[in-house]
């Protein structure tokens, strides 16, 4: 069976400070894609990023940046220097297999404070 | 362009009303389509998807059922509402799987 695990309900950071969001997966595919959406208060989903499990790079987007192990099965996620803005909640997915259904697996969500 | 309807953005109803939420996809054909639910301070949890029309598959034992009348048309429906189904609703659709489209969801409060 496939889980994700967002083991961080809420974390709160002063402005500027650096933090990060832990995802763990389960999947016995060998194919999958992880993907990190963040849900502002207006409750709308937004894409921020996918990473398929063959590529294992790093990725950094802004302040924004990503790290991938397959090794530990996580997919963690790291904003620099931290804005208000950024307050929101952050939602971790798995989705994999060949059956063509597509199915989302996501975490229960890791909700973000940021202080001014 | 491709684009996703769900309506209404909120809905207040009571105990044992009937519900119907429902999603349109336009710019696109033989989607994928989700129903998932939220609920308060909870995470994302799949109710429903179907590949096709007339095609659904329920992820969870509950009150609310599915249709898909028409290719890009998704309904969520109830014929009596529940305390616990209280909460906020989102539909999403895909073609390749790489990247879902959300709609803007509907916030349910049932009283």
Redesign the interface.
Known sequence: AQKVT?AQTEISVVEKEDVTLDCVYETRDTTY?LFWYKQPP????V?LI?RNSFDEQNEISGRYSWNFQKSTSSFNFTITASQVVDSAVY?CAL?GGTS??????????TRLKVLA | SQTIHQWPATLVQPVGSPLSLECTVEGTSNPNLYWYRQAAGRGLQLLFYSVGIGQISSEVPQNLSASRPQDRQFILSSKKLLLSDSGFYLCAWTVTGLLYTFGSGTRLTVV
């Open positions: 967002q894609y207006s409750g709308e989903l894409f996918r939602f989705s063509g259904t597509y199915k989302y697996i996501f975490g229960t969500g």
